[in-house]
């Protein structure tokens, strides 16, 4: 006897309904992870920038993984249970932090709702992909670089590598507030010496995209400082090179636009402490250290800032000057929200002092 409830499956006949409650959905069709995954990410492709793509690719990459270590090859069969199993295996690499987890997760949980959409996975499976949930303390990296180290690399650089790259990338990025992307992204053309302004555009055709395409185009205003520094850039430094696609990048080597990573390496190698005081907190030999050294080594340095480090430190050392909130979300585009959540490191105690200088006493 078949209850009103009960839920009847008729396999491998086509077009036949299954009933969960009174509501009838479509019976699932048989499809391996690997197909997909890929029809996933070609779905998304218009809506997600190369940066991200690449991240749920690489997210997604575990999964498969797991579905091949398993022998899984079709997606209907997979159930909450199995997904409990595949985030135990991921927690079982002792390298993953809680924050990575929670991204993997999440990112899983996304696919598994689109998967749906193609009759790969039961409707209802995406809410059996538990996440985990972090304190505000661990979702929010709280490494960020201090002003006052911050003006010390700013000092050594104008006295020992004025208007160098690294000088002119460390600039943009503490005052400025650019991400990594954006300052790559940058050409010649998007600095206006007369208007004292940098133009910071998405042009994702020619390999420059930046975070928050359209969104985060905008205007930003320069300082004396900062345009002196980029005057003599321009003037007599950066080379004559245009990039592949025949633009001419603000900051620029040899070989025409630096990679990303290249601009991540200069930010690690003027972060090292030994860079501008002669002297390693880590009792390392500094000669023969290759953190100091070698450029590219220098994020193996332990007291080394990464570029998100320089972008969160600038954010909470310009909220701590009592710039207004949204003066500095639309200098550096990010919300509110994210800017309270990820980039504000003041404590409430330093929030309060900076509101009793607004507060008339009667």
Same mark, same amino acid.
């Given at each position: ?27 699932? $069709? ?14 998304? $492709? ?147 010496? $007369? ?64 990679? $990303? ?63 207004p909130e949204p003066v500095i979300t639309a200098r550096a585009n990010v919300s509110s929200e994210v800017l309270k959540k990820h980039y504000d490191e003041r404590s409430e ?14």
């Open positions: 006897m078949i209850y009103p409830f009960q839920s009847r499956c008729f396999p491998g006949i086509p077009g036949v309904f299954v009933r969960f409650g009174s509501y009838p959905t479509m019976a699932l $069709e048989p499809i391996d992870p690997e197909t997909t995954v890929e029809l996933y990410l070609e779905d998304r $492709e218009t809506e997600l920038s190369k940066r991200s793509l690449y991240g749920h690719k690489s997210r997604l990459g575990h999964f498969l993984r797991w579905c091949d270590q398993q022998e899984m090859t079709n997606m209907n069969d997979l159930s909450g249970r199995d997904l409990h199993r595949f985030r135990l295996w991921r927690r079982s690499d002792g390298d993953l932090k809680p924050i990575s987890e929670k991204t993997q997760m999440d990112t899983l949980r996304v696919f598994i709702r689109w998967a749906a959409t193609i009759d790969a996975v039961p409707a209802d499976l995406h809410a059996k992909v538990v996440s985990p949930s972090l304190s505000d303390e661990s979702e929010s990296k709280d490494v960020m670089i201090d002003s006052q180290v911050a003006e010390r690399i700013l000092d050594y650089l104008s006295s020992y590598e004025y208007a160098s790259i690294r000088h002119v990338c460390f600039t943009l990025m503490w005052r400025a507030l650019l991400r990594r992307g954006a300052v790559r992204a940058l050409d010649v053309s998007d600095y206006d010496p $007369e208007e004292m302004s940098l133009r910071v555009r998405h042009r994702p055709d020619t390999n420059t995209p930046i975070k928050n395409q359209q969104r985060g185009e905008r205007f930003i205003a320069l300082s004396d400082e900062v345009c002196a520094v980029l005057d003599d850039w321009l003037a007599d430094v950066r080379p004559d090179v245009q990039d592949k696609h025949g633009r001419q990048p603000l900051l620029a080597t040899s070989e025409g636009r630096p990679h $990303e990573s290249t601009v991540q390496n200069y930010i690690y190698s003027v972060t090292t402490p030994c860079l501008i005081t002669d002297d390693c907190p880590h009792d390392r030999v500094i000669n023969e250290c290759d953190a100091a050294n070698v450029r590219t080594g220098a994020s193996k340095c332990p007291s080394s800032h990464s570029p998100h480090a320089i972008r969160r430190g600038a954010i909470t050392h310009w909220l701590s000057s009592d710039i105690r330093e929030k309060m002092e900076q509101r009793r200088k607004y507060i008339t006493q009667a």
